[in-house]
Structures are given as C-alpha cells and as structure tokens.
C-alpha cells in the first residue's frame, strides 16, 4: 500500500487547510481499514489526531483538535482528507497518513503497517 499526502503549506491563525492522503496499491481493503492521521513538531514524538475506519466510516479525534479537525474518506477515489479550521500556531507539524489492518488502539503509531512521507503545515500569527 503507498499513501501520498498532499495539501500543506503556510496558513494563518485561525484559517483553514484540507489534506489529502492517496491510497494505492492494495491488494485487499482490509490492508487500510483503519486510516488516520498523525503530526509530529520539532523535536516532538508524533502525535494521534484522527481516525476512521474505511468501511464503516466511524472517527475519532483527539481532545485538542476536536470540534475543528474532520477526518474523511471518499472510498470511491481510494482518498483520505484532514479538514483542518480554526488552527493555532500548535497545529504546526508535518501530518502524515497511515493505514492498517488489525488496529487494536487506533491511537498507537505501531499498530498501523504503513505510512506516507508526510506533509507539512506551518500556521504563523
């Protein structure tokens, strides 16, 4: 499975950015029925924000971005999104998707097999 994430760049305190990670190369769905995102700052371990599963479309996100980031899948174009609102200067990060089979705590970096390159997102005041 290869996973490209496209859509950073330099955004402003409180505007907007939509990510988007491109899904290829499965072989069943099963190898990405768990998708998410996760960020890692400078110097920072990386970071859960969101995820879904592929299928069932059920999300989760975690406490600080809730309410403004949305995690999304258009199923038929093998695409996740990030929704990114209202961010702040501790959204800065280089967010990257992954994707995987037996998730057990989507939350756990390890868990998912594969992963992109990443994409980076400066918020600046």
């Known amino acids: 499975v290869q996973l490209v994430e496209s859509g950073g760049g330099l955004v402003r305190t ?3 950015l939509n990510l988007a990670c491109a899904v ?3 072989r069943t769905w099963y190898e990405y029925s768990f998708m998410a ?3 890692q700052a400078p110097g920072k371990d990386a970071e859960f924000v969101c995820s879904i599963r592929w299928i069932a479309g ?16 258009d199923k038929d174009k093998n ?6 609102n209202n961010v ?3 959204d800065t990060a280089v967010y990257s998707c992954v994707a995987g089979g037996g998730v057990v705590e989507v939350s756990r970096r ?3 097999d594969y992963g992109g390159q990443g994409t980076q997102v400066t918020v600046s005041s």
């Open 14 to 16: 409180g505007g907007s």
């Open 24 to 26: 290829s190369g499965r």
């Open 37 to 39: 995102w996760f960020r």
């Open 58 to 73: 059920s999300r989760y996100c975690e406490d600080s971005v809730e309410g403004r980031f949305t995690i999304s899948r």
């Open 79 to 84: 695409t996740l999104f990030l929704q990114m």
């Open 88 to 90: 702040n200067l501790e």
């Open 110 to 112: 390890s868990d998912y």
